[in-house]
């Protein structure tokens, strides 16, 4: 009986995520195995063999992987202990709260000005470098773009993990803080026992919507540095638009297949090891 | 729960039904998608045809020219064209490299879009059209718009730049070098003074084709680029030094845009187009045309699109009817019996010059479509001839070596994409 | 627990750090289009000589808030039928979803495009709410929440003989109100920020949020687009404020007593 007033309940996201999320990515699918416009042709793999010996989609897959090694974990911990910080501001927290998300909200044409005014050839950085006797180059189209691009994630989505950590972490019921304090545990210890296992499964999605915001800085990734910018930057973002611009959808639809393939892979994967470790553990 | 359930099958009854709803599309429509400059000349296209074909109906949509419009126009008429629906018939241009600056194109890259199956092939119709049997198009540079044998795109319009002086005044070389030795020997400082601006503004075309997208490979050499350029710039300092009243006689220019004075003039003047660095003398391709693989009359779309070539509206309406197709406003035609009329509305030249002009466009080898990269190169070019500021030795070979590394790696990114 | 000053050091200047594009855009506000200094041309365009801007901010402020509230609403039902009740295909439909999430728009665009044409949902803004209100984060967000509620609060619930709507809305969103709050808030925030949508989707200029005017770097109207900017701040702050005391609160206190 339960079961079936599960469904009912679930109905409309079910309904809504089919409808708009999952009918297009079958349409997707068909597009990544077929080639042609108007008459489309069955053609198998070919499409994704070509695709893996594609030298500009392995250096964007590359740098996308390095570029999300780098940039998630800095932003994951650091919002971590930072909403763990905020949390004993109270009011102050609030307001702090909300001054790290702002970044978000602030167009992108202001941000990128933004990013010109500092590291471009006229920018504040190089102005100092000018003072400390060094030259200035105009950063963004050099290989300092990576960095350029990660401070940009970093500012943009550190107060958005900031907020998803925080809400866990008031939810988590205040006696058993109260409790380890009378016991006489120490800070850390009380992070190691009590927050971190409850966070870890917050911690898991948060790290799913890293990866969905590394795709988020499509825009500034071109507003930067064009569209075929420095090989260190060149990114899946810049494949795709490319291939977008070039009205090449096969591309993209293999594209965004092969990613889905393999983020199903590893989170399956991720999924197997920690119930083996689970269950490792209940032995 | 009853309502959830119910609620539940009238949402999926209406995905479906909405699904299997027929398309009604008039029997004859063709979509055309054009660049606005063209209005005029396409207009009056699509009026002929519809004139000529009655129950047919030729809708034209133009591309805006503001940037940020222009821009999402583009994104959703990509999305169009890619969801099959959206043209027939393409009429596009690409950039020439100017100081305005580079104007994003529908197509980022036009072989690149050959490749990913837009057009469709037009070899089956062009083998039926007598046209390309008898007529008078320059077949090299339909070389462009090839892909594996087969032809996708046509050239419409082309540009290139050529040197004009007086009749007796030859430039003998074969490739460019031999060209900078030659005007610039000393004892012909009018003909040093009109060339020597016009070859270093046509820097991106010192080395075309720059790639070769069927074997995948860049034939451009940054090391070239950069030892001419610095070269040119020494030159060009030279010759800066003294005024000989050269540029009223002798000048390197676009096609497009010859200078005043060098129309209207008695005498016979020569006309030649300037080689690249490798003997090569290769046109821009300014304007060019497709049809849709999606297209649903390709057809209808392959002979609209070749009113533009064949001289049927003129031989129908007339020379003086307005709209008529030479290269439009910045290309010089892509077949001979066009040149006639377009050097009467351009330009004022008498008869043996007239002669000389058609045979530099003979002498063609073939066409390239100009993209960003080229846009890039000249702005690196003009930063580098007409600088705004002092610039050490030392930093002029940087930027140099700079300019061509990156287009280099430009164009071997875009190749390898 | 009192915090110590020196607490406050680090977020501190982090946040200060953070706000300086903000400022650098209040200072551009302020900035005149033709000759430089300061100048209130840029507030007296937007709040009074032309109202486009005004009335385009209060229809994408009515637009998110549909979104928000409606990605929010299908997101606990959704959301509390994975956590609660386990019907078959659950833990398949939530991994399905939350790898759904990390697809880039750009992606899924002519799809949905496609299938937008054929339900004839094109050109209204009905084809860019649609899509937004049931996003799979909705779902994987609250089913995450609705698990830290422990288990004896829903039988008990069941054992009272509530029913499963009243169920939902009368315990689990009280109990994990931060969470619905924060769904609410990023979904706005999602869909304030949609550019490709509009531009696709959309036909012409008149029908965009300001969203996609504001993507682009317009230097003529520096000005105007600051002031939008500073504007479009103004939602989120007041979200943010208004629901403070719901953010900081943990579960209900009845829930242990």
């Known amino acids: 009986m339960k079961k079936k007033k599960g469904i009912v309940l679930a109905a409309p996201a079910i309904l809504g995520f089919l409808a708009f999320y999952f009918i297009p990515f079958l349409i997707m699918g068909w597009y990544s195995v077929s080639f042609g416009m108007g008459k489309r042709e069955f053609v198998g793999v070919q499409n994704f063999t070509e695709l893996f010996q594609n030298r500009m989609f392995l250096l964007a897959l590359k740098n996308t992987l390095q570029f999300t090694g780098i940039a998630v974990p800095v932003v994951l911990f650091g919002a971590l202990g930072l909403s763990i910080c905020l949390q004993r501001l109270a009011r102050g927290g609030q307001v702090m709260r909300l001054a790290l998300f702002y970044p978000l909200l602030i167009p992108i044409g202001a941000a990128v000005l933004g990013v010109q005014a500092l590291w471009g050839q006229d920018g504040l950085v190089n102005w100092f470098l000018a003072r400390l006797g060094q030259r200035g180059e105009d950063w963004i189209h050099t290989s300092a773009a990576f960095w350029i691009l990660c401070i940009l994630y970093w500012w943009k989505f550190l107060g958005y993990h900031i907020l998803l950590f925080f809400v866990r972490i008031q939810m988590i019921p205040r006696p058993y803080y109260e409790y380890a304090r009378l016991s006489g545990a120490a800070n850390g210890t009380i992070f190691r026992k009590i927050t971190w296992p409850l966070i870890f499964p917050t911690f898991l999605f948060n790290l799913l919507l890293a990866l969905m915001n590394v795709f988020k800085c499509y825009r500034e990734a071109f507003l930067l540095g064009g569209n075929y910018p420095d090989s260190s930057v060149y990114l899946l973002q810049h494949f795709m638009n490319n291939s977008f611009q070039n009205l090449n959808y096969q591309k993209m639809s293999t594209v965004s297949v092969s990613m889905l393939a393999v983020i199903l892979a590893t989170a399956l994967a991720g999924y197997c090891a920690w119930k083996f470790s689970a269950s490792k553990r209940n032995d | ?417 | ?257």
């Open chain 3, 1 to 257: 627990m009192r915090a110590k000053k020196r607490e406050y050091l680090l977020p501190g200047i982090l946040s200060a750090a953070v706000l300086v594009p903000v400022f650098y855009m209040a200072a551009c506000s302020f900035a005149g289009d033709e000759s430089p200094g300061f100048s209130l041309m840029g507030y007296y365009t937007v709040l009074f000589s032309e109202p486009g801007y005004l009335l385009r901010f209060w229809r994408s402020l009515a637009m998110c808030g549909v979104i928000a509230a409606g990605q929010s609403l299908t997101g606990c039902m959704g959301g509390a039928a994975i956590a609660k009740y386990r019907f078959a295909g659950s833990k398949v439909l939530a991994i399905c979803m939350a790898v759904f999430m990390i697809l880039p728009v750009q992606a899924t665009l002519l799809p949905n495009y496609i299938f937008l044409d054929r339900l004839h949902l094109l050109n209204s803004w009905w084809a860019l709410i649609l899509p937004g209100i049931f996003a799979p984060f909705g779902t994987v967000w609250m089913a995450f929440a609705f698990r830290a509620i422990p288990g004896e609060v829903s039988e008990a619930a069941e054992m009272d003989g509530a029913g499963m709507l009243s169920h939902v809305f009368h315990i689990l969103i009280p109990a994990a109100r931060p969470a619905v709050i924060t769904l609410f808030v990023l979904s706005f925030v999602e869909s304030w920020n949609m550019v490709e949508q509009p531009v696709t989707f959309l036909k012409g200029v008149r029908q965009y949020p300001m969203s996609v005017f504001l993507a682009s770097i317009d230097i003529d109207r520096l000005s105007v687009q600051a002031v939008c900017g500073i504007l479009c701040l103004a939602p989120v702050t007041f979200l943010f404020f208004y629901y403070q005391q719901e953010l900081l609160d943990g579960i209900g206190e009845s829930i242990w007593s």
């Open chain 2, 1 to 417: 729960m009853k309502r959830w359930l119910l609620l539940g099958i009238i949402f999926v009854s209406v995905i479906c039904s909405a699904g299997c709803e027929e398309r009604t599309q008039k029997k004859e429509e063709l979509t055309v998608v054009a660049e606005l400059e063209y209005e005029v000349e396409v207009k009056a296209a699509a009026a002929y045809y519809q004139e000529k074909n009655p129950g047919a109906f030729v809708n034209v949509e133009f591309l805006p020219k503001e940037e940020t419009t222009r821009r999402n126009v583009l994104q959703k008429k990509r999305t169009d064209i890619m969801s099959g629906k959206g043209a027939d018939v393409f009429f596009l241009s690409c950039n020439i490299e100017i100081a305005e600056g580079y104007e994003e194109p529908l197509l980022e890259n036009v072989n690149k879009s050959i490749e990913s199956g837009i057009f469709t092939s037009l070899d089956y119709y062009m083998d039926q059209d007598d046209y390309w049997k008898s007529g008078s198009y320059h077949k090299k540079l339909l070389e462009a718009g090839q892909m594996k044998g087969r032809q996708y795109v046509i050239p419409l319009a082309c540009n290139y730049f050529v040197y004009v002086g007086p009749e007796d005044s030859v430039i003998e070389g074969k490739t460019l070098w031999d060209w900078m030795d030659e005007t610039g020997t000393s004892g012909r400082k009018e003909l040093t003074e009109g060339t020597v601006f016009g070859l270093g503004i046509m820097n991106a075309r010192w080395q075309q084709p720059a790639v070769n997208y069927e074997e995948k490979e860049v034939l451009f050499d940054p090391d070239k680029w950069s030892k001419f350029m610095l070269e040119y710039l020494a030159y060009w300092q030279r010759s800066h030094e003294e005024e000989a009243g050269g540029a009223d006689v002798y000048a390197v220019a676009n096609i497009c845009t010859l200078p005043d004075q060098l129309t209207g003039q008695e005498t016979k003047a020569n006309c030649q187009i300037v080689p690249d660095l490798n003997g090569n003398k290769m046109a821009a391709v300014s304007t060019y045309g497709a049809v849709a693989m999606a297209s649903e009359n390709k057809e209808a779309a392959y002979d609209f699109l070749m009113l533009f070539l064949n001289g049927e509206i003129e031989k129908e309406k007339g020379a003086s009817y307005a709209g008529l197709w030479y290269g439009g406003t910045r290309g010089a035609p892509v077949e001979e019996n066009a040149w006639e009329s377009f050097m009467d509305i351009h330009y004022i030249l008498n008869e043996a010059t007239r002669e000389n002009v058609v045979n530099s466009f003979r002498e063609l080898d073939g066409a390239y479509f100009p993209g960003e990269t080229e846009q890039k190169l000249y702005d690196a070019g003009d930063e580098l001839i007409l600088p705004g500021r002092e610039m050490s030795g030392e930093e002029i070979q940087e930027l140099v070596h700079k300019a061509a590394d990156r287009a280099k790696e430009q164009y071997s990114m875009i190749v390898r994409e």
